[in-house]
């Protein structure tokens, strides 16, 4: 059983920093895309970040140049870093990852997800 935990989401006021981590347990065999995703209320949950194992990046156009995802391999994390918040930055953020449990069997997993408020 696979499991995908977020945490440092909060309340923050715009213009601050967050850094969001997510650890995966299990049993993993190994781990390939990892990303985050969030969904303001009302909308559709959306992509913000996706990262692949040898660390190429990839973000959404409302996040770029303020948030950095990052990944440890070892440690089974990954991290998103989040600066110069603004309000529409405000929704639950939920860590994704493509995660083998066995050599030729690949599910997509989601963690529960973590709420970011954005002050103004």
């Known amino acids: 059983q696979v499991q995908l935990v977020e945490s440092g989401g909060g309340l923050v006021q715009a213009g601050g920093s967050l850094r969001l981590s997510c650890a995966a347990s299990?049993?993993?065999?190994?781990?390939?895309?990892m990303g985050w995703y969030r969904q303001a209320p009302g909308k559709q949950r959306e992509l913000v970040a996706t990262i692949t194992t040898d660390g190429r990046m990839d973000y959404a156009d409302s996040v770029k140049d303020r948030f950095t995802i990052s990944r440890d391999n070892p440690k089974k994390m990954v991290y998103l870093q989040m600066n110069s918040l603004k309000s529409e930055d405000t929704a639950v953020y939920f860590c994704?990852?493509?995660?083998?449990?066995?050599?030729?069997?690949?599910?997509?997993?989601w963690g529960q997800g973590t709420p970011v408020t954005v002050s103004s």
């Open positions: 299990g049993k993993i065999f190994s781990i390939s895309v």
């Open positions: 994704n990852g493509d995660i083998w449990t066995a050599p030729f069997i690949r599910n997509n997993y």
